[in-house]
């Protein structure tokens, strides 16, 4: 929904939090209080407070307009943190229209209430946080120079390639010399692309394709292993046990699919 204009002078303060998750976006420029103090921000910005956070916002100026909904969701805190959404900070997004785009959406289902309304509004939000993580990663694009500009792509295709062909070696000596680079120089620039190294990234895609494997193979854990990648039994053991918290056979097991479940 969106407020009406109101004086700059105005305040609004809510010292025990809104009690759901808040989106905003301001029109008009304003101060906000956030965990870092007292912030001044243009029109244009998005602020996404917690349930609980205490809220102080005021306009800047001649007046003071925003828009606004709140949602709630047991799985909103996890994807805010995957895609490095800031909390109870103001944040510039450079995805704005597609953004409001989606707000509208959410408004057009609140107010018509067709069936299934909570279930497209869910996505809907989902598909707003993914719009804002993708705006604010255009937005750090911005800061490469125009040599990474040029190799980003080549970059992601690498990436994509790793992600069918886990089960290659992927030497990075080998890898850098098709883009003419060093392997300290292209091992660098891939962390600042895609702010993981090279060999934890497919080392996450191989254990991720072995997930898949073992919920939807019968094969033994040893060839899964092998076929992902990994030369070492062992070595997958202890990697797939770190990230999953249990071990291969074990989330095999724990498949709803596994005995005839379903």
Known sequence: MSYPERKASDIYKNDGGFGHWVFMHFTTAFRVMTPQGLMERKAGDFLINSPEYPQWHQGINCCFKNDWFHFDGDSIDKYLKKY???VNIPFTCFQESRVL????????????????ENEKIDLHVKTLLIELARGMKNQRERSLSVREKELLPRFQEIRLEMGR????????????????????????????????????????????KASALLLNQTGKVETIARECG??????????????YNISPSEFRKSSPYQHGKT
């Open 230 to 243: 990994f030369s070492s039994e062992q070595y997958f053991w202890r990697m797939f046990k770190k990230k």
């Open 165 to 208: 062909s886990p089960e290659k070696d992927w030497p990075i000596s080998l890898i850098a010399d098709r883009l003419s680079l060093s392997a300290n120089r292209f091992a660098v620039l891939y962390k600042r692309f895609f702010a993981v190294t090279p060999r934890q990234d497919l080392l996450s895609i191989r254990l991720n």
């Open 84 to 86: 490095q959404i800031p």
């Open 101 to 116: 785009g989606i707000v509208h959406e959410i408004q057009r289902e609140h107010i018509l209430q067709d069936p299934y």
